[in-house]
Each structure stands twice: as structure tokens, then as C-alpha cells.
């Protein structure tokens, strides 16, 4: 079923929010703070921050921001104490729920760590990568490479992780202007959510119904794993998604954060 515009179904959302403790998951970049060009650039906006920083306040429900993102910068870049920070898309997790470390097998970061010095040597003459080191996984960035040297730098990517793709230790993913070289893990944001969740539920109480704002594929996961018993809202043009509803942009996300608030 096609995704609906969340702000035209409002009123049906509230009535699923009313009397309920809510749990707030929500993506960064691309959902918080609209990607730039820059991703070190990628700041929360005042009016965004407030927002998240009065729910947060209001108490009525629990927030958590899961990220592509090494858990260090999403927790530096939002740094609103009281919420959870998921990093690596969940391999990592720090909140008021207790602390999480996927066990990434030994010879999946020893790949990473072959690749990351060979990804370097190979792309250090191709002007404009930026290889980022985010500890668990590692982002090859190519916004600023210039067309003619895209191809080089996928083949230079392509070449250094294939042994190890091959052994099924690392996977390649494609991201927004950028590869994505993570170990191959059965762990993913739908997985994080979920324990994010049963961390959260009091001894035989009910768990926090999950209400889930993302742009990525990565996402999906999450879309998928509360689809039933949640609320799953997808953000950019409504395409392809397992989402229940989408929002067409970061200020339109503000928007709805600012009628959370109200309710
Ligand atoms: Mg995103």
C-alpha cells in the first residue's frame, strides 16, 4: 500500500497517540538535518533542536536518534541529554536503556582494517574522497570527486573489499554519494529498535508504542520490524517504501515534531 502524507493524516495519528507512551525513533541525517554537501556540516537547526529538546521535556515520551554515523558523532551532534544514540545503524547504542556493542567478529575489523589501508593508498591520488573512519564501519565519501574519476574510485573500492566480500566478512552498500563498507552482520536498525524497546518496557507492562522517522534504505529494517504494531513514517518523495506514511522533507519533520509537542 502506498505511503499517505502524515500532516493530511494527522487526525488519525492522534487518535493512535492518545493514552499511549510513545517511543520516538528517528534517523539524522536527511530527517533532523538535510544532507549537505559537507557531511561534517550536517548541523540540527534551532528550531529543530527546541523541538526535540521540549519533547524531550514534556516527558511523555522516550526519544532515540539511530545513525549511520559513528555513535561518538551523533551523540556529539545532537548531545540532548535523556535521549538514546544508536551508532553505525545500531551496532552500537548508549542510553538511559544501558549500553549495547554488537560482538563484530574478529576477522570482519581485521578486514576493515585491510581495507581501510588499502582504500587509502588507492584513492589517495583521486582528489575529493574522504575516507571516514567510524570505527565498526567505514564511509567512502565521493561527493567532491569529479566525474570523470567516479569510476576509478568504485573500482579502487570494488577491488580492495572483494576478497573479503567474497568470505562473507564485509559488505559494500551503496549510500548517498558514498560507499558504505560494513561488516556482513545479521544486526540492523529494525533489530536495535527492538531492543531499544524491550529495554524500555517495565516488567510486564506494555512496551512503548514505536513511531519511526527515517530517509534511508537502511530504514526500511526498522519500517519492517514495527510495521504492525507502530507508527512507520518515511521522509523525500514517496517511493518504494515499507512505511505507513512519508514527509516530504527535514521541515516538514519539524512541523510534525511541533505538533508532538502540542499534543
Ligand atoms: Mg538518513
Known amino acids: 500500500m502506498a505511503a499517505r502524507h502524515l500532516l493530511d493524516s494527522w487526525e488519525e495519528l492522534k487518535t493512535d497517540l492518545a493514552d499511549r507512551s510513545l517511543y520516538l525513533f528517528l534517523d539524522y541525517d536527511g530527517t533532523l538535518s538535510p544532507i549537505v554537501r559537507d557531511s561534517g556540516k550536517a548541523v540540527l537547526s534551532l528550531r529543530m533542536r527546541g523541538r526535540l529538546e521540549a519533547l524531550s521535556k514534556a516527558g511523555r515520551c522516550r526519544i532515540a536518534v539511530i545513525s549511520g554515523r559513528s555513535l561518538e558523532d551523533i551523540r556529539r551532534r545532537v548531545g540532548i541529554a535523556g535521549f538514546a544514540y544508536g551508532g553505525n545503524h545500531g551496532l552500537e547504542v548508549e542510553g538511559p536503556e544501558g549500553k549495547f556493542r554488537y560482538p563484530v567478529p574478529e576477522k570482519a575489523m581485521r578486514a576493515l582494517d585491510d581495507v581501510r589501508r588499502t582504500v587509502e593508498r588507492e584513492l589517495s591520488p583521486v582528489p575529493g574522497v574522504f575516507l571516514e573512519d567510524k570505527g565498526l564501519s567505514l564511509t567512502v565519501h565521493f561527493r567532491r570527486v569529479k566525474r570523470g574519476e567516479l569510476l576509478i574510485a568504485a573500482h579502487a573500492v570494488s577491488e580492495a573489499t572483494r576478497l ?7 559488505v559494500v552498500r551503496p549510500g548517498k554519494e558514498a560507499f558504505e563498507i560494513r561488516p556482513s552482520v545479521t544486526w540492523d536498525k529494525g533489530k536495535t529498535v527492538q531492543w531499544l524497546l524491550e529495554k524500555s518496557t517495565i516488567a510486564g507492562g506494555e512496551p512503548p508504542w514505536p513511531l519511526y522517522v527515517g530517509d534511508d534504505r537502511t530504514d526500511e529494517d526498522a519500517f519492517r520490524e ?16 515499507e512505511a505507513r506514511y512519508y514527509l516530504r522533507n527535514v521541515g516538514e519533520v519539524a512541523e510534525f515534531l511541533g505538533r508532538l509537542v502540542r499534543i
Open 164 to 170: 573479503y566480500r567474497m568470505r562473507g566478512e564485509i
Open 226 to 241: 514495527i510495521r504492525e504494531r507502530g507508527a512507520t513514517v518515511f521522509v523525500g518523495a514517496p517511493r518504494q517504501t
